[in-house]
């Protein structure tokens, strides 16, 4: 029986490690596209101003350039929280309840 129960555990385990590699995976690759997200606008800017020194640019270029470069610690935040366990115990945070 022991042996039984050792094998159990050991296939959960495995289970568990391997869902929680591919959220893992899932969450690393998510931190690059906030970074493209992020700095795309700023990025067209910048390029903009160097090859036209002297234009005025759009105001909205402007704002999009400092609040989505200022954002990006919010969104690398929110990456980390869709962790699933997290976001379960968050979840019985907020509404007061006992978890399973």
């Not at 959220?23 to 700023?42: D, E, F, G, I, S």
Request: charged residues 20%; glycine residues 4%.
């Amino acid at each position: 029986k022991y042996v039984l129960i050792t094998r159990e555990f050991n296939r959960i385990f495995r289970r568990h490690s391997l869902l929680r590699a591919s959220n893992q995976l899932h969450r690393l690759k998510a931190y690059p596209m906030v970074l493209a997200l992020c700095w795309t606008v700023a990025t067209v800017h910048r390029i903009l101003e160097w090859c036209f020194p002297d234009s005025a640019f759009p105001f909205w270029l402007f704002v999009g350039h400092y609040s989505l470069s200022k954002l990006q610690g919010f969104f690398n935040a929110l990456v980390y929280g869709m962790d699933p366990f997290l976001l379960k115990e968050l979840k019985h945070k907020c509404l007061g309840t006992a978890p399973p």
